[in-house]
């Protein structure tokens, strides 16, 4: 029972942004932890090109463990359509297409404008068996980027509706960590009036410490499904200054003392970052809560 | 002009907490630099025991100087009335008084039952000087505490009804880092709805990264000033595991885009951690704004 869906994306969006390579094991180990802790969505890997990612090569394998596990939905990314076909010959549940708002970053990762992404994730949605995996479309840079500065929310509604077409859900993300509170109440709002519950997730970034304020703003705005990252790993390697997600560690504390059920153990999940440390010991890990410890007399939400 | 006040709180709650000592003519030059970059309230010092908090001893000093900066309200602290009539000697433009809802947490810091704190403060009103300073009662560990662990909300709001008799404003204070924003909603409607416009301000602490969270949830629920610490610095001394005030850089880049205006210019407020940093150079600084740097484009709130 949960009243909140909180996806994990560390071993994807935490880990091709790390300086170092968690070995293929330890990282079922640590989607293993995860899911010991209630986490019942894991974004746990990307298709794209091994050269460009290295961090990323053993996606496949990884999918393959995640699958094993008992109530995960198994979440991978997808850049284009080459992706989205190992994803779905990996057996990934759900598909996540990153399409930028911002016409510079999506050039700058994609190689195509970001009409052109759309295009190229219908052709997959177009593509795929009535039997496969669910397709999320997720509007990055959708408060801001760093190569383009401001993003026009015309520009996020319009390509969200797009998407809303042929995905079965879509999400909005900060991929660079520029959004704030009125922003995301807005944003969501108009997204929602166009595309009602296709809207789904949010996707948000702590790089100017505002990553559990937009939560907060967006949980007011309706939103019922999170993604963050354990011990707040992350970025985007081709958004400069786009560092750390929000912390998975602080955002299930947040909604568990407000009463809002994650279906998550907070003893286990802080025990899970042992399994994250072993497996990556040269990255720095962050978390307030993981240092502070739980609040004397503490008790999650019932 | 400013849609919110922010009170920063760093040369008494940062310092007092802060494992070294600046030096006096070190405040001065934080205050003023503080003050340049559009502070409009600071809270510059403790009128406590020298012998136990070392870092305050040089309160009144600080607060003839920064008597001296046009346009700010000079704050200090006093636990008693010794303090407080040492605090009206001073020049203190306000004096705040910490009056711990939780029995344990005030009696380990001032020898004083809640009950007995709040008659201490009313002597202290009581013998105030027609055009003495503004007095203002704040309720601390007012979302939970580190040795009694829960605090009852109806101990909180009787607190601050019997401070509102007599005190020009009140405000809460989440002294220890346990608060949500549910319950800071909760708490701020209930006490409002028993004192009206006498409740003020808000003090949040990071300690479990949630302080940006409850500072938009006190805004959502009409309060209009918050303190903070320039750097996170601050915490207290004797509550165990209070870490870290709400990081002042943080709050107004969170204010600013959302486009509330705090009156601060902030590349002046960056730019003032430098003043800081020279002044105790062995503590570790804080700020995730400051790190990653203003967005591109960034326009503050007009």
Chains 1, 2 share one sequence.
């Not at 994306?9 to 899911?35: C, E, F, Y």
């Not at 997720?138 to 509604?157: L, R």
């Amino acid at each position: 029972m949960s009243d909140v869906l909180i996806c994990e994306v560390g071993p994807r969006d935490g880990l091709q942004n790390a300086k170092h390579l968690m070995p293929t094991a330890a990282k079922k180990r640590w989607i293993s932890a995860l899911a010991a802790a209630g986490l019942r969505e894991i974004e746990v890997g990307s298709f794209v090109p091994a050269k460009l990612i290295p961090a990323m090569a053993d996606t496949a394998e990884v999918v393959a463990h995640a699958r094993t596990l008992s109530g995960v939905k198994v979440v991978a990314l997808a850049p284009n359509l080459k992706g989205f076909e190992r994803a779905v010959a990996a057996g990934a549940h759900k598909i996540t297409f990153p399409v930028s708002a911002s016409r510079r970053h999506s050039e700058s990762n994609v190689r195509m404008s970001p009409g052109q992404m759309v295009e190229e994730v219908r052709r997959c949605a177009a593509s795929r068996d009535p039997h496969g995996p669910e397709i999320e479309g997720a509007v990055s840079t959708a408060f801001g980027c760093t190569m383009q500065g401001e993003v026009p929310e015309d520009d996020v509604v319009r390509i969200a509706a797009a998407l809303a077409e042929f995905c079965d859900c879509v999400a909005l993300a900060d991929t660079v960590g520029y959004a704030n509170p009125a922003q995301v109440r807005r944003v969501f709002r108009r997204v929602r009036d166009e595309i009602g519950d296709r809207l789904e997730g949010a996707h948000f970034h702590n790089t100017r410490g505002l990553g559990l304020a937009n939560a907060l703003a967006a949980w007011d705005e309706g939103v019922r499904a999170f993604d963050s990252s354990m011990a707040g790993l992350g970025g985007c390697p081709f958004a400069p200054g786009a560092s750390g997600n929000v912390i998975t560690e602080d955002l299930v504390f947040m909604f568990e003392s407000m009463g809002v059920r994650t279906g998550i153990d907070l003893e286990k999940l802080l025990a899970a970052r042992a399994t994250l440390i072993d497996g990556l010991p040269q990255e720095p890990v962050y978390g307030h809560t993981p240092l502070a410890g739980l609040p004397k007399g503490f008790r999650a939400a019932a």
